[in-house]
């Protein structure tokens, strides 16, 4: 299946959900946003690794880089399937692709970002825009992943199972 193009005028995202195969079916990985805000949220605020998707970029390319800028350079993928784009709730477009890997977790080692922390203090901090990534089974990830990507668990599970 070919790459799907970009066609809105508003900023997409490219991403990839992992998957692994196991003895008690398959696993998918997600990433838990790092900063103050989501340092204390865990149900439905994990996330497929996606950035948002340049000008001229290739919806694939900016999945595979993504990847391994949240990951790190422990991250590698090989064949990416086409899951088709969501829309989550904030009206963003998500342009997703699935491949299989066995991401080590303790290997993780994300870019970071700077906001100014505390608010209004004039302080710019550093903080990893990835602080944690894990393997969860379907019904699992299902809870922990944002409500508008659940649909890409359902439509991974559709396709290799």
Same mark, same amino acid.
């Given at each position: 299946?070919?790459?799907?193009?970009?066609?809105s005028?508003?900023?997409?995202?490219?991403?990839i959900?992992?998957?692994?195969?196991v003895?008690?079916?398959?696993?998918?990985?997600?990433v838990?946003p790092?900063?103050?805000?989501?340092?204390?949220?865990?149900?439905?605020?994990?996330s497929?690794?996606?950035g /948002?998707?340049?000008?001229?970029?290739?919806?694939?390319?900016t999945? $595979? $880089?993504?990847?391994? /800028?949240e990951?790190g350079?422990a991250?590698?993928?090989?064949h990416?399937?086409?899951? &088709?784009?969501i $829309?989550?709730r904030?009206g963003?477009?998500v342009i997703?692709?699935?491949?299989?890997?066995?991401?080590?977790?303790?290997?993780?080692s994300s870019n970071?970002?700077?906001?100014?922390?505390?608010?209004r203090?004039?302080r710019?901090?550093?903080?990893?825009?990835?602080?944690?990534?894990?393997?969860?089974?379907?019904e699992?990830? $299902?809870?922990?992943i944002?409500? &508008?990507?659940i /649909?890409?668990?359902?439509?991974?599970?559709? /396709?290799v199972?």
């Amino acid at each position: 299946m070919s790459s799907p193009k970009r066609t809105s005028a508003r900023p997409s995202s490219a991403g990839i959900l992992a998957y692994r195969r196991v003895s008690h079916g398959l696993e998918v990985l997600l990433v838990h946003p790092g900063g103050p805000y989501w340092r204390n949220k865990d149900d439905g605020a994990w996330s497929i690794p996606k950035g /948002e998707i340049g000008t001229s970029e290739d919806p694939e390319q900016t999945a $595979r $880089r993504e990847f391994a /800028e949240e990951l790190g350079p422990a991250a590698s993928i090989g064949h990416l399937q086409a899951l &088709g784009d969501i $829309r989550q709730r904030s009206g963003k477009r998500v342009i997703a692709f699935c491949g299989e890997t066995d991401f080590d977790t303790s290997s993780l080692s994300s870019n970071t970002f700077e906001i100014e922390w505390p608010p209004r203090s004039g302080r710019l901090q550093p903080f990893p825009e990835v602080d944690r990534a894990e393997w969860f089974d379907l019904e699992a990830a $299902r809870s922990k992943i944002l409500s &508008g990507q659940i /649909e890409l668990i359902d439509r991974l599970e559709k /396709e290799v199972t």
